[in-house]
């Protein structure tokens, strides 16, 4: 059943907020099985309302990065050398990719690591934004900003999922197809996990 979320900003975060406390950046703990330690990133999960309506902030990534070319992602990128805390690394690259200063985002919480097979650990933090802003994309890293409906997260027709062998245990892969888009990956996890944690509100 889809949940029914409040158009007001206020209602919305108190809604959500609470399906979020169980995580702490300080008590996240260390997936076994990496020779290496994982190269920390976060990433940033926005709620942007729109004509009455929420959606998520996806990018689709410009031909020019290095890696993950003309995929569809959330904001975010890995931490700077000059970054104190992951929280930082996701106001840095939200601000840098698609112009969303931090006092336009009400910081509601944070989502459990997501672990890459390239060897990254995703922290994923979630974001309010309210009132109207103005995006401004980095060009050379995001080709283009996409608004994802919340409501759209809830339609089983587009997301398709399926069990993969995954080292020593079985995992369901989800992906989400949405009016030529294909999510997959490390954000379609996301996408999977929020839409989980918000079926309580």
């Known amino acids: 059943m889809k949940p029914c979320f409040s158009n007001d900003v206020c209602n919305f975060i108190n809604q959500i907020q609470?399906?979020?406390?169980?995580?702490?950046?300080?008590?996240?703990?260390?997936?076994?099985?990496?020779?290496?330690?994982?190269?920390?990133?976060?990433v940033f999960l926005i709620f942007y309302r729109e004509f009455g309506k929420w959606n998520i902030i996806l990018t689709k990534r410009s031909k020019k990065v290095r890696s993950h070319k003309s995929e569809i992602s959330l904001p975010g990128g890995t931490k700077d050398i000059k970054d104190l805390r992951l929280i930082d690394t996701a106001i840095r690259e939200v601000k840098e990719e698609i112009g969303l200063h931090e006092k336009e985002i009400h910081i509601v919480g944070q989502m459990h690591p997501v672990y890459t097979k390239t060897g990254y650990k995703i922290s994923p933090f979630v974001g309010v934004v309210s009132g109207q802003v103005k995006f401004a994309i980095d060009k050379s890293e995001v080709y283009e900003l996409i608004k994802f409906p919340l409501s759209e997260l809830y339609d089983d027709a587009i997301n398709k999922k399926e069990l993969k062998m995954n080292d020593e245990f079985v995992e369901v892969v989800s992906t989400y197809s949405y009016q030529g888009y294909f999510i997959f990956g490390a954000t379609a996890k996301i996408l999977s996990e929020i839409k989980m944690l918000l079926m309580v509100v």
């Open 18 to 42: 609470p399906a979020l406390s169980q995580y702490s950046e300080i008590s996240n703990l260390e997936k076994k099985g990496f020779t290496v330690k994982p190269t920390d990133a976060a």
